[in-house]
Each structure stands twice: as C-alpha cells, then as structure tokens.
C-alpha cells in the first residue's frame, strides 16, 4: 500500500518536474539576442553606430561611450550622423547596432526600441530629454553589454 502510494505521489509530480528541466534548459545562455548582435559584433570585430544631431558636450559624451564599447567588444565602431528618426528606422532595419541621440521620454520609438538608461539629462521647454544609447528590442546581450558601459560611464565620467 506504502509503495502504491509513493508511485502515485511520484507520478503526479511528474510533470512539474518535466517542467523544470526545460526551465533550467531553456535558461542557458541568458540572456539571449534575437538577431545575436553582441556574437557577430565580438566575431567581425565591428558595430555600427549612427549618431543624432548632438549637442558639443553631448557629443563628447557619445564618443566616450563609443570608445567603451569598442574596448570592451573588441570591435571597431563606425559612426554616421543623420537626423533622430532616420537612424531610429535604421536601427529598426537592422543596418545599425546602435543609436546615440537625445530621446523625449514620451518619444513614440521608446517603444520600438530599448532606450538605455540616459548619460544626462535636460530640459528642453516642456520636455525632458535624455541623451541615450539605443539598441534593437531583443538583443539582450547587447542591450546588457551597453547597459554595463553606460553605468561605469556614469560612476566614472572620465575613464
């Protein structure tokens, strides 16, 4: 009765463990990039990068950021300017890795794009904008590798 008892028991706890196992299979190499940015960028040894119309001071700012981002991939950036909602489509598009420009936080691309945590910040009349990194939604590798560049930026201004 005992035995009968401890199969049935382990029997219904079956599929929670089942789950578990693809649970634990499925977290492997997290997080992932849907289009394996971070992977091409450290295997080609480039990204590209467009740039918004910047500020001076911003534009240095963009520059550090970019120069981290080359030190810490590996790969070589190549930079283009162009007007914001130009190269936001041309991220969108997949023909660049990255975006540095001023963003409104009630921009409408904020949700087509993960806008990065901003490396400063001003008023512009009613608006708020932040001068940010922005990457392709899903590309979590690389939306981290960024992310991780723009805190040390910020904790340290000048490395």
């Known amino acids: 009765m ?4 401890l199969t049935e028991e382990a029997f219904a706890l079956r599929p929670f463990f089942i789950i578990a196992c693809l ?17 091409r960028i450290e295997s080609s040894r480039k990204f590209t ?19 981290r981002l ?26 660049l890795d990255l975006v540095v420009a001023e963003i409104a936080e009630d ?16 008023r512009e009349g009613e608006r708020t904008l932040g001068l940010s990194a922005v990457a392709a939604n899903g590309e979590n590798q690389w939306i981290a590798a960024i992310e991780r560049q723009v805190r040390d930026s910020l904790a340290k201004p000048h490395a």
Not at 49 to 57: F, H, S
Not at 107 to 122: D, F, G, H, M, Q
Request: hydrophobic share 45%.
């Open 23 to 39: 649970a634990l299979a499925a977290c492997g190499n997290y997080p992932r990039d849907v289009s394996g940015t971070l992977d």
């Open 70 to 95: 080359e030190r810490a991939t590996g790969a070589r950036a190549t930079v283009d300017a162009g007007p914001l909602e130009s190269q936001l489509a041309r991220l969108e598009a997949g023909e």
């Open 107 to 122: 921009s409408p691309w904020t949700a087509p794009v993960a806008v990065i945590e901003p490396l400063s910040v001003r």
């Open 49 to 67: 990068v467009g740039l918004a119309a910047l500020r001076p001071v911003d534009h240095a700012k963009a520059r550090a950021l970019i120069a």
């Open 2 to 5: 005992l035995d009968e008892e």
